[in-house]
């Protein structure tokens, strides 16, 4: 008897735009490449190809040959493909319906004929956190939110992000543990000064019972400016150090955010990916008021 398929990821969102223009953005290469993929081409038929490669995008840096196909073609409503991802068979259906002013998009990801473990699921979960608010960015301002390198992976992670809100009020987002609750944290715990506490409320589960995971406490504090904790995950050997600076650009700012102590040969793709689904997720907060769910 076959194994049925594992679901890696599902995702239900709505976009401000027809169900044909969304489609379109999903199924042409031309727009492809300005929000998914640094390439693609794409044979717009069922059987035809369905290939996207390059920096941006996880475990996919080169084409692979015959690995991506359309499987199922239905204009302007359904669409699936085949994603052979680091040699895993893998199959991507999207469905859109809605009206003339607004559409909603499902999607699942499956992987074909074997059970999917807790670190594939996480990392194709915050593959597509990415995607689609890069979709529903792209659709809105012509252009993505984060174009996250998977080529620049290994030891420490750096990475920036451009915010239309001024340092003081992302300051406040990232310190406020009601403001922290609204875009990321669960009953977040702020002792606003060098040594104290500093957490999302995150565990993770270890032998049955639930360990705390994620931020400790906090190393460093400038008003409106900088914010640094330390960080210990559950399997992952020793403390590291996350650091937020925060920098005045035109009427809002410049976020950048470091995440150091890891060696440097270590394949930091996990934390790097990470970061920038949160980065994005504080954009989408801070400029639009909406979590995502």
């Known amino acids: 008897m076959a194994t049925p398929p594992s679901l890696l990821f599902e995702k239900t969102l709505q976009f401000e735009a027809r169900p044909e223009r969304v489609f ?5 290469a031309e727009q492809l490449i300005i929000w998914f993929a640094e390439q693609a081409e794409v044979a717009a038929r069922l059987h035809g190809g369905y290939s996207f490669w390059g920096k941006y995008t996880l475990w996919n840096e080169r084409r692979v040959s015959g690995g991506q196909y359309i499987t199922r073609f239905e204009a302007p409503g359904q669409l699936s493909f085949r994603w052979e991802l680091a040699a895993l068979p893998t199959e991507v259906h999207l469905d859109l319906d809605g009206s003339e002013r607004r559409s909603t998009l499902r999607l699942r990801h499956e992987l074909l004929g074997e059970q999917a473990d807790a670190h594939t699921r996480e990392m194709l979960a915050d593959f597509w956190r990415i995607a689609l608010l890069n979709l529903g960015w792209y659709l809105e301002t012509g ?6 390198d998977y080529t620049r ?3 420490d992670v750096h990475l920036e992000m451009p915010l239309a809100a001024p340092p003081p ?4 987002t990232l310190t406020l543990p009601a403001r922290m609750d609204a875009w ?3 009953q977040a715990k702020v002792e606003l000064r060098v040594g104290g506490i500093y957490d999302f409320g995150w ?3 270890v032998d049955g019972l639930p360990v705390p995971a994620g931020p400790t406490v906090l190393k460093a504090l400038e008003q409106d400016s900088l914010l640094a904790y330390g960080w210990r995950w559950p399997g992952l050997a020793g403390e ?3 650091r937020w600076t925060l920098t005045s650009a035109g009427s809002g700012s410049l976020v950048t955010l470091d995440h150091g102590g890891f060696a440097p040969d270590r394949d930091s793709t996990d934390y790097k990916q990470g970061w920038g689904a949160f980065l994005c997720l504080l954009k989408l907060y801070l400029e639009r008021g909406l979590r995502w769910e």
């Open 143 to 148: 252009g993505p939110m984060l174009r996250l």
């Open 169 to 172: 009020q992302v300051y406040q």
């Open 240 to 242: 590291t150090l996350v």
């Open 24 to 28: 379109a953005a999903l199924s042409e």
């Open 184 to 186: 990321l944290s669960r």
């Open 203 to 205: 565990t993770e589960t």
């Open 153 to 155: 992976v290994q030891g």
